[in-house]
Structure formats: structure tokens, C-alpha cells
């Protein structure tokens, strides 16, 4: 029966800049078959072709302007100014077919591009750094991999500091143990420690114990390779 279905199928976007209305691809659930997880929440698909990761980001061919599910439609004062400026230049691209890495990756940096001009909450403009650190990561690309890794830190942390992740998905606890697993990841042991024991010792942590068992385990990694003289990974 599948075999007679498109994998990826159009849903209409409406842009939130300048109001062209532009079909986007996403892909059809049943195609989507995940092999596992990895510490920072990261799914390795069975067939990458599928990942819907790739397709997160919707690029007005119109105009350039780029949004994900998470950006809110409001624009503060002077943001729209500053897109105009970036985006005159724009000349159409079609980003409505399938997606090579190579062109997701380009979808998603339009996106950073967009919430940053358009002053997007923190916690969003880090899960558009952490997408693409995903994205380089299924190819192998370590150096851009770490950049956008760090970058996603920085964002989380403001959007902790701030609060702003509330009225989102996004827990307390799930934010805090993102920015102790992307300080291991990139290195910084210590940080990464002082989040997790935070998760730890968290008067909420019965709200959600795989996280923290999650961020024990990480915790309880951290500190036997610190004595066995082992770098982190």
C-alpha cells in the first residue's frame, strides 16, 4: 500500500511577513521510523531521506522571509524594518520539492536568519541552532556540528535566564538537562555537572523521572572519566 503513497505530501503555509501563501513538504508519518535517540534528544532515522528534521523550516519563496512551527505571527517594533533590509535582495527559490542536507541546511539558516531579525524568543532560535547541529551531524561534519551546539547553549541559556520557554512544550527540567548535555558535549565537564545536579536535586523531579535519571546517568559519566583522565565526547 505504500508504495502507492508519496512520502512527503504539501502543506500550505501562510507567511507570516508578507502574506504569500506557499505550499511547503513534510513527510508522511508512517514513513518516519526512528532507530534511536541520542543523549541530546537527537533521532537517527532508519532511512535519512525521511527525516522530517530536514523540512522544519518553511522558506517563502516570495519574499525569503523563513519560519518554523514555533515562531509566534507578532512582530515587535522595527523587526519588519530590519527583515526588508536583509531580504531585498531576494530573488525566488524553490525550497517546496524534496530536500538534499545541503538544502535543508540553507532552509534552516534562513530560519536563524529570520528569528534573529525578528527578535523570536531564545528558546526558539536554540532549537533552530540544535536542528542544525543535527543536521550536520547525520553528515559528518563535527566542526559545524560543535559551532551550532555552542550556539544553542548560548540561546538556551538566555531563554533559562529569561524564562521565555513557559509558555512553550519546553519543561524546566528538559531545558535544564539540553543545557547540561550540550556543555558535555562541547567539552565544558563543569557546567555540564552543575546542570545536571540541579535536575537532580530539582523539588519537581518526580514530574518527570527519565529525565532525570537521564541527566544521573550523564552526571555519574562525567565524574568516572574525569578520574580515569578521559576527555569528553
Not at 100 to 106: H, L, P, R, S
Not at 124 to 146: F, M, N, P, T
Not at 190 to 211: C, G, L, M, P, V
Request: net charge positive.
Amino acid at each position: 500500500m505504500e508504495n502507492n503513497i508519496a512520502p512527503l505530501y504539501d502543506k500550505k503555509v501562510l507567511c507570516f511577513y508578507c502574506g504569500h501563501s506557499f505550499q511547503s513538504k513534510r513527510v508522511r508519518s508512517r514513513f518516519i521510523r526512528v532507530q534511536k535517540v541520542e543523549s541530546d534528544f537527537c533521532k537517527i532515522y532508519k532511512d535519512g531521506s525521511f527525516n522530517p528534521t530536514l523540512y522544519e523550516a518553511d522558506v517563502c519563496p516570495s519574499c525569503g522571509f523563513t519560519s518554523t512551527e514555533a515562531f509566534s505571527s507578532t512582530f515587535p517594533i522595527g523587526t519588519k524594518e530590519e527583515i526588508a533590509k536583509h531580504f531585498s535582495s531576494w530573488q525566488t527559490q524553490e525550497f517546496g520539492k524534496e530536500r538534499t542536507v545541503a538544502e535543508a541546511i540553507k532552509a534552516m539558516k534562513l530560519a536563524f536568519l529570520s528569528a534573529t531579525l525578528k527578535k523570536e524568543n531564545p528558546v526558539v532560535i536554540g532549537g533552530i541552532c540544535l536542528r542544525l547541529a543535527w543536521i550536520y551531524r547525520s553528515i559528518h561534519k563535527q566542526d559545524d556540528e560543535k559551532r551550532f551546539l555552542k550556539a544553542a547553549l548560548t540561546h538556551y541559556k538566555v531563554s533559562y535566564e529569561q524564562g521565555d520557554y513557559q509558555d512553550t512544550q519546553m519543561s524546566e527540567l528538559h531545558l535544564l538537562y539540553l543545557l547540561g548535555e550540550l556543555a558535555r558535549r562541547i567539552e565544558r565537564t563543569d557546567e555540564a555537572s552543575k546542570y545536571f545536579t540541579k535536575i537532580i536535586q530539582h523539588k519537581e523531579r518526580s514530574t518527570n523521572e527519565k529525565i532525570v535519571e537521564m541527566a544521573r546517568e550523564q552526571w555519574y559519566e562525567i565524574r568516572n572519566n574525569s578520574e580515569k583522565g578521559i576527555p569528553a565526547k
